[in-house]
């Protein structure tokens, strides 16, 4: 069997109207490419968005509560995975992530962030500006950062021909 | 969107040919039914046979890994999820199944299977003999205990539509 | 530096008159020897009352609590490890005990016994009979097994010293 | 029993001899005021040293190790938390500090920063500049940042008699 990669989508609870429209395109563009989106599995902000923009156009989507129940797991997530470890499961979202894409979020997604450049994890930033501090520290190169859900989407074509690419746009 | 439930297998990495046969069909059973399966994900025992099962027949197969990598994931397993945490992890197999199935196996089992009670999860023995202690130990009513896949099937369709079956049939 | 044992008690959050009595007294003992005692750290049953006993005879105590708050923290408890990861915490009970004494509980006691086997930590049985389960289910031997603290001492030294000893007084 | 304060030391397994001499000087300086230092617990960089600085004072060290053995415990740890669970200690080690002194690190320790931030433990850097990008994120006030161990023990002294002090020195 062939494994869909799992394309891990980071960002905050609580986000803008276009950031939230960015991560429903992102996750549409996701399963459109028949790939697995992963994220923190909560009903609010870019978790669900992106779950909704996937699950509505046929995608497989897992969500790695921080919770123990399904109270507060968003409407899109097919596959819920409870851990009732709160921000413990941060770590999960990441290693089990092939490709992390952070939306702009709180300290819970630059937690996100810096445990997937901990893991050697392939990030690319959407719109969220971080580089800078994450750059000095033991970065050796700069994090893609693009503007478009659709840049994300290029990039990881790329990552997945084994083109690594740390170019960035922005 | 409707979530398929997720059943849980758990069962020992080490197995008898005859316990790895049922785990398969157990598999293939819950994939035709539709339902998600979820086991530890690693390439071996229960955990390998169920996952080749549901998969060589159409199922969403879960791992939910002890390692932080997928050197020993099933190949059977198309969504990996990547712990890195160890025999915690069995606490995430358990909260995330919505019906535990108990194959043969030997204390990793065992735990999960106090886990499932600690946390009010359903079980059902698979030709796995544990009754007796679980029942003393602060259990109100038997574990439901069967001897073939096709029976544990049975049991998970009327849990499903709420009809509660503890009755037992060893 | 030379570190102290660290000795592991499990048990129920409820728990008889007669087994918080006997919880106190190991607790007790086990500071009188200068070992450290951890357990679960939450106020009730076998856990406040073993962190009771050593705290009142100067013991360190540690409780590894299921929670990321102090709110229902032992107050025998010297050093809570906030862990916010439920059951998850079990793991981390084992895990970090160099022998684990288990106490009369209930499933989550069960766990634990389940997975101090398969990490292979030795332990002493108090007063809680478990043993046909476990020593059926890949066991090797069966575990020690006794009644009073005070036997649970003289096993741990006996550990200690290098002489694994397995009889059981049953 | 009154509880001493836990003190959480973050910083990297690498370190510079400036910084590994002020992390054993704080770890001094935190055993001599009678409180429990708790670190990653691993025996490298700014874990060591503190550890050793604390031990060789007398004070009470705990280490929350990534690892479920003790083969790279720091020498200076009294108390290793096994945990066996990976980056996913780092969540234990902030929620179980009551207040985190963030030593130079790489991605670990930056995301141990931003769990604490989530969490909204008290943090202070101590000769580590990362103030610009946490308090562009959803921090209101900018963290207490200074250059010596002295300064960290005097803040923790205001925090522990309840003045919350966010003026930084940099």
Redesign the interface.
């Known amino acids: 069997?062939k494994?869909?990669p799992?394309i891990g989508v980071m960002g905050g609870g609580q986000a803008t109207d276009q950031d939230i429209r960015r991560a429903y395109d992102l996750g549409r563009l996701i399963a459109v490419q028949g790939w697995?989106l992963l994220n923190g599995g909560r009903n609010s902000g870019i978790m669900a968005a992106s779950a909704r923009g996937a699950?509505e156009h046929g995608g497989?989507t897992?969500g790695?509560l921080p919770d123990?129940h399904l109270g507060q797991c968003a409407?899109?997530?097919?596959?819920?995975?409870?851990?009732?470890?709160?921000?413990?499961r941060?770590?999960?979202n990441v290693?089990?992530s092939d490709i992390v894409v952070a939306c702009p979020?709180?300290?819970?997604t630059?937690?996100e962030i810096?445990?997937a450049?901990?893991?050697a994890k392939p990030i690319i930033l959407l719109a969220f500006d971080?580089c800078?501090?994450?750059e000095r520290?033991?970065?050796p190169e700069p994090m893609p950062s693009v503007q478009t859900p659709e840049e994300v989407i290029l990039h990881i074509q790329n990552l997945l021909r084994g083109k690594s690419t740390s170019c960035h746009y922005t």
Chains 1, 2, 3, 4 share one sequence.
């Open positions: 069997m494994r869909p799992i697995v699950a497989i897992v790695v123990d409407p899109g997530i097919q596959i819920p995975i409870r851990t009732g470890m709160g921000s413990a941060n770590t999960i290693l089990s979020g709180g300290s819970g630059l937690s810096a445990l450049l901990k893991h971080v800078p501090l994450f520290i033991g970065q």
